[in-house]
């Protein structure tokens, strides 16, 4: 199975942009994130939804937007971008809130 | 509010034990989690402590002491290909993760 799928894998943006980051798991699993990392951070969570229909707000959600429509996508919306989202963004999906997460490849965005 | 510490960077000789510490305070505790991510690539699941004790999973182990906020990662008969970066995670009272920024481990011949 192909796990959790990223696209782009790589992306430079204008500032002022939207993007949208795709993420895909086949697994089933009904807990998906989204987490940026940053050189010297550990991951941060920028949001997550415990189950298809609904979504939560982590620790660093301002700028960004998710929808969860259904249990296999997680999209992830940047309404306008800037620099400072300049970042590798990882998905990453869990049976249940309290089990182990799954990670996908991660997406590299530079937003110029 | 939650801190976690891990050592930035770390060298060993191939063959040899590293241990890898780590130490936390969170709001609650639901678990322990260590990672393994190498260069440009996805964190991989490695290690996971809910109780005390030590946790043996091959070469690798993982311990953890509640009463103290502190966790190890221990590599046996280290190789090449274990130089990664290894992340520690702890799970909080609402069950988020919250992350250390993971120690960069260099094997050396």
């Known amino acids: 199975t192909a796990g959790i799928t990223q696209a782009p894998t790589s992306q430079i943006l204008a500032a002022g942009r939207s993007m949208t980051l795709r993420c895909t798991q086949d697994?089933?699993?009904?807990?998906m994130y989204w987490y940026r990392q940053d050189l010297g951070l550990g991951l941060r969570l920028i949001h997550y939804?415990?189950?298809?229909?609904?979504?939560g707000k982590g620790e660093v959600p301002d700028g960004y937007s998710v929808s969860r429509a259904n249990t296999d996508d997680f999209p992830l919306t940047l309404a306008s971008a800037v620099p400072s989202q300049t970042s590798v963004y990882f998905c990453?999906?869990?049976?249940?809130?309290?089990?182990?997460?799954?990670f996908g490849p991660g997406t590299r965005l530079t937003v110029l | 509010g939650q801190n976690i510490d891990q050592p930035t960077e770390m060298t060993a000789t191939e063959g040899a034990i590293v241990q890898i510490n780590c130490t936390y305070q969170?709001?609650?505790?639901?678990?322990l989690f260590w990672y393994q991510q190498h260069a440009g690539e996805a964190p991989t699941f490695l290690s996971y402590?809910?109780l005390d004790g030590l946790e043996e999973k091959g070469r690798f182990s993982s311990f953890l002491s509640r009463s103290k906020g502190y966790s190890y990662l221990l590599l046996k008969e280290l190789q090449m290909k274990d130089s990664a970066s290894y992340l520690c995670?702890?799970?909080?009272?609402?069950?988020?993760?919250?992350w250390g920024a993971g120690t960069k481990l260099i094997i050396k011949p």
């Open positions: 990453a999906s869990s049976d249940e809130e309290a089990d182990t997460q799954y």
């Open positions: 697994m089933r699993h009904n807990a």
């Open positions: 939804s415990n189950t298809a229909g609904t979504t």
């Open positions: 969170t709001s609650g505790f639901n678990g």
């Open positions: 402590n809910v």
């Open positions: 995670a702890v799970r909080d009272r609402d069950y988020q993760l919250i």
